[in-house]
């Protein structure tokens, strides 16, 4: 009786769908939809959140820049740099920064890239990727060695039919430099490329050198909080000398919320 009953109830249901063939391929097409659609969603929301994430870490999510304020007369020099390193000693990493637009040279190719004068402790603070050779040391940065780091852009500009660049001359103004490293592609501030130099032996071709900012990375398990107010504080502690700061705190809190409101 009761099988009976389940093949009439059976039957009933395949006729019901049968008459309704078009609202039931209308339904399971809608719950297709939408899934993909909600794990789409889903997936464009994680993906941008660690691309955000990458692209910050590329700079140094823990980085912390330190500007003079507008109510300083005299930017940084290197020597202030220095002293704020010894001051930090075992605490943060710090590097001076000195970026200008300059003309670089090998053999017949020329273009105007960036220069980045800062010191040996910059991977430390950036997520530096290498595609060839390496970072200036702290010996070639004390001992002003004519040696610099290309960004790939720009090695690909100057040697275009060249596969190996490490070892190869460029030629910077009027002085030659040996190229020790490649850097890969990186989130662009020239569309020519970066190249990366010894603060150091920028200061001995073109005398003091007054920096764009002195940049500060927690070492361990410092906070970034603690750090940047004992850089503050160590800055400002010459007569009428302001210092502000930046991290990207705001900025990851910015994607945060954006991409919330995505998801």
């Not at 500009?157 to 990186?186: D, H, M, S, W, Y």
């Not at 501030?189 to 927690?218: A, K, Q």
Request: hydrophobic share 45%; charged share 20%.
């Amino acid at each position: 009786m009761n099988r009976w009953y389940f093949f009439d109830s059976l039957r009933m249901v395949l006729r019901n769908l049968a008459a309704a063939r078009l609202r039931v391929w209308l339904t399971v097409v809608g719950i297709a939809f939408g899934t993909a659609a909600l794990i789409a969603v889903l997936s464009i929301g994680q993906g941008g959140s660690r691309r955000v994430q990458m692209e910050m870490e590329d700079i140094g999510i823990r980085r912390i820049w330190l500007y003079p304020s507008e109510q300083t007369a005299a930017p940084f020099g290197y020597a202030d740099a220095q002293g704020l390193a010894r001051q930090l000693d075992g605490q943060a990493y710090v590097s001076a920064a000195k970026e200008v637009r300059c003309t670089v040279k090998a053999g017949e190719f020329s273009t105007e890239p960036v220069l980045i004068a800062t010191q040996y402790t910059l991977p430390q603070m950036e997520n530096l990727d290498f595609e060839q050779g390496r970072f200036f040391t702290e010996y070639e940065q004390d001992a002003q060695e004519k040696v610099a780091v290309l960004e790939k852009t720009l090695a690909t500009v100057l040697f275009p039919t060249q596969q190996q660049v490490v070892g190869k001359k460029v030629t910077i103004g009027a002085n030659e430099v040996t190229v020790v490293g490649v850097v890969k592609k990186r989130t662009p501030r020239s569309d020519d490329g970066m190249l990366y130099l010894s603060v150091d032996l920028y200061e001995h071709w073109y005398g003091s050198t007054l920096l764009d900012y002195i940049s500060v990375v927690p070492a361990g398990e410092r906070s970034v909080e603690s750090v940047e107010l004992l850089g503050k504080a160590a800055l400002q502690s010459a007569p009428g000398v302001k210092v502000r700061s930046q991290t990207l705190r705001d900025e990851q809190d910015i994607a945060d919320n954006v991409l919330s409101i995505l998801r």
